[in-house]
């Protein structure tokens, strides 16, 4: 017994062909519509979920420039404004402190 000879064999000369008549119901043609619109939708959140994460991480490391940047400069300032440098560069520029005679008080009447 060959295989056409099979009752149950399947054979690719018996395709399903849809006529005029049938056609696309509505309803099918609404789940089409539906399912497309869906997959659109997710596909625009998928997108801009993206665009805002990339935003956010982005952002997130421009912070963290930010803040080593703060931590460098207030590390310059203690620095700079140190008592020992302040005297220091004083008396390069000829600066002394005064002297008790040479300070004046002023009061309000």
Known sequence: MSVREMPYAFSPKRTRKATKAEGLSFERLVKYVSAAALLVVFILAAFFIGREY????????????????????????????????????????????????????????
Request: proline share 5%; no cysteine.
């Open 54 to 109: 990339l935003t956010y991480s982005r952002l997130k490391k421009d912070v963290s420039i930010l803040e080593h940047q703060v931590v460098s400069l207030e590390k310059e300032y203690q620095e700079l404004t140190a008592k020992d440098v302040v005297l220091e560069k004083a008396n390069k520029l000829g600066l002394h402190p005064p002297k008790k005679e040479q300070i004046v008080r002023l009061t309000r009447p």
